[in-house]
């Protein structure tokens, strides 16, 4: 399909909503709801992703949770790349996945910290690039087994491993922002870290802390 006689502010604005629209499948509520779990947001971390699904003690909904949350992604940002669509909207497309999950408009807005769907725009923007920062999660959380841990570690790691490789770009402000906003959803993840607080993979799940009122 030829898409360059279209306005670019345009093909911009909608691959971002498409993108985002995509992006909004909670898959982590989708899938324990197929399975017959609790909602992951009703317990452990109360955030609706994989790492938070496998303290239901299920693995197998972990892993589609994992996999389907990463391709959702993925498939949008190779989408755009087998349409010839240039870096910018290649980018904002990426952008708009990762903002589906954190704030996913079809689950009132409540969404994970979407490590899984950061990897799988990395992984569509380029398989090495992807690849690398996989590694960086993969080797800190076999060594630490701290899920936010290995995730901090690959959001630090990607915008450095994407402009030491790939060079500075539209590309490269996609990633800073994804990284940026992915520290910053683990706030409370550092917070328990430094208080030496934090659950570890596999470990059992336990409702959150009732919040006080005020």
């Avoid at 993108?19 to 509520?29: D, K």
């Avoid at 769907?117 to 380029?126: K, N, P």
């Avoid at 994804?178 to 870290?193: F, V």
């Amino acid at each position: 399909m030829n898409l360059s006689s279209f306005d670019p502010l345009w093909l911009c604005i909608a691959g971002a909503v498409f993108g985002y629209l995509i992006g909004s499948l909670s898959f982590a509520v989708i899938v324990s709801r197929l399975f017959g779990l609790a909602d992951p947001r009703s317990y452990g971390s109360g955030n609706p992703g994989a790492t938070n699904v496998l303290r239901s003690g299920n693995k197998g909904a972990a892993i589609l949770t994992l996999v389907f949350d990463a391709l959702k992604g993925y498939v949008p940002v190779v989408l755009a790349l087998q349409l010839g669509l240039n870096e910018a909207v290649v980018t904002l497309v990426g952008l708009g996945a990762f903002l589906g999950h954190l704030w996913p408009v079809f689950f009132k807005f409540e969404g994970g910290k979407g490590v899984a769907t950061a990897a799988g725009v990395l992984l569509g923007f380029s398989p090495a690039l992807g690849g690398l920062v996989l590694l960086v999660w993969l080797g800190m959380a076999v060594v630490f087994r701290y899920s936010s841990l290995a995730s901090l570690s690959a959001a630090v790691a990607a915008p450095i491993v994407q402009i030491a490789g790939w060079g500075f770009g539209p590309l490269s402000i996609g990633v800073i922002v994804m990284s940026a906003l992915l520290i910053w959803r683990h706030e409370a993840n550092i917070r328990k870290l430094l208080a030496g607080q934090e659950s570890k993979l596999g470990q059992k799940a336990k409702p959150p802390t009732p919040v006080e009122p005020q």
